[in-house]
């Protein structure tokens, strides 16, 4: 069985610019979640993707936005990038989307906007 | 205004000491609280939940719906259990997660 996956490990980026966070699922997995987890905070969400479709999603603007492949796998992009957007990405997969399955998370990405 | 809260920021105990890590939240419907755990170079991992009303490394934690409340205890710390524990509420059928802002708990020898 194969655990969640993300790249890049770290990223840094200037104010402005676009970027693009991916995510594989673990194996037999169909829905994947995306979280914000600034210094000190806990994680934050951001949106979540079941079976390729948008299924809910948290207080963000919509220059974060995702995707989800036929595989399972996801992306996280962020436009216009802000210095506030520097934190910790995190995505989690899980089973069907509902709240009584367990969110396995990957190991993140670290974001640094200059 | 879904909400966790963990009063503590850290925590420190002796090995061997009870532990009780804090967690309030605030939700309008029927909750369903975790709680995470992530150790030194690891990733956030569930710990246990309150639908399962199982014990995980000797922790248990019981949902007081009076006091809104969902503390995680141990009555014996071990070193092992240093690591950041992290509260949160289900919302919503996705099951997406309310996280608090977490409480490192540090045993010490």
């Known amino acids: 069985e194969t655990g969640v996956t993300q790249s890049p490990t770290h990223l840094i980026k200037t104010r402005g610019q676009q970027v693009t966070l991916r995510c594989s699922s673990q194996?037999?997995?169909?829905?994947v979640s995306w979280y914000q987890q600034a210094l000190g905070q806990g994680p934050q969400f951001i949106f979540q993707?079941?079976?390729?479709?948008?299924?809910g999603r948290g207080n963000f603007p919509p220059r974060f936005s995702g995707l989800q492949f036929p595989n399972y796998s996801s992306e996280l992009n962020v436009n216009a990038l802000e210095l506030d957007d520097s934190a910790l990405y995190l995505c989690?997969?899980?089973?069907?989307?509902?709240?009584?399955?367990?969110?396995?998370f990957g190991p993140g990405t670290r974001l640094t906007v200059l | 205004a879904q909400r966790v809260t963990q009063p503590e920021k850290l925590l420190s105990v002796f090995k061997g000491a009870p532990v009780e890590l804090k967690c309030n939240y605030s939700y309008s419907g029927s909750p369903e609280l975790f709680w995470y755990v992530q150790y030194s170079r690891q990733r956030l991992q569930l710990l246990l939940r309150?639908?399962s009303r199982e014990s995980i490394k000797g922790f248990t934690a019981d949902l007081n719906k009076g006091e809104t409340s969902f503390h995680l205890k141990k009555p014996f710390a071990q070193e092992e259990d240093s690591a950041m524990y992290y509260c949160a509420l289900s919302a919503g059928s996705q099951g997406n997660l309310i996280f608090g802002k977490g409480t490192k708990l540090s045993v010490k020898p």
């Open positions: 989690a997969s899980s089973l069907d989307g509902n709240s009584y399955n367990e969110q396995f």
């Open positions: 309150h639908i």
């Open positions: 993707y079941y079976r390729e479709e948008e299924n």
């Open positions: 194996s037999g997995h169909n829905t």
